[in-house]
């Protein structure tokens, strides 16, 4: 259990999603373990918390809204080709492999906030 805990912790410390790694140090507390430091540090001039581009941050942020990827396109007035690419992108610095996974690292940042447009 213990092992699982702090594995946890790491991936949740990876994918900046803090109020899932509070809980796994918590755990880790009440297991009495002290949680080893994971060196994950976001690095500086980052947007906000994420480590994306304002438009990476907007595509993210779309993708969490549901839209498909040709919405999205539409949406920003950019092909269908260069939304893949932002994923591609997204997916690569957050170390993520997916839609459900982007949605999940949105919500769990606080970066549900309205987009313009």
């Known amino acids: 259990m213990r092992e699982a805990a702090q594995a946890a912790l790491v991936v949740f410390e990876r994918l900046s999603a803090q109020r ?5 140090r918590r755990l880790l ?4 373990v002290r949680p080893r430091a994971s ?6 001039g980052e947007v906000g918390q994420t480590r994306l581009s304002p438009r990476e941050l ?12 040709a919405e999205i396109a539409e949406r920003l007035v950019v092909s269908p080709r260069t939304v893949t690419t932002h994923l591609d992108n997204i997916y690569g610095r957050l170390g993520i492999s ?4 982007l949605v999940r690292y949105v919500a769990d940042s606080g970066l549900l906030t309205p987009t313009t447009g």
Do not use: I, K
Request: aromatic share 4%.
């Open 58 to 69: 907007e595509v993210a942020r779309l993708v969490a809204e549901g839209l498909t990827n």
């Open 29 to 32: 507390g009440q297991l009495g």
């Open 39 to 44: 060196g994950h540090r976001p690095p500086r």
């Open 20 to 24: 899932y790694a509070r809980l796994a």
């Open 98 to 101: 997916s839609r459900t996974a």
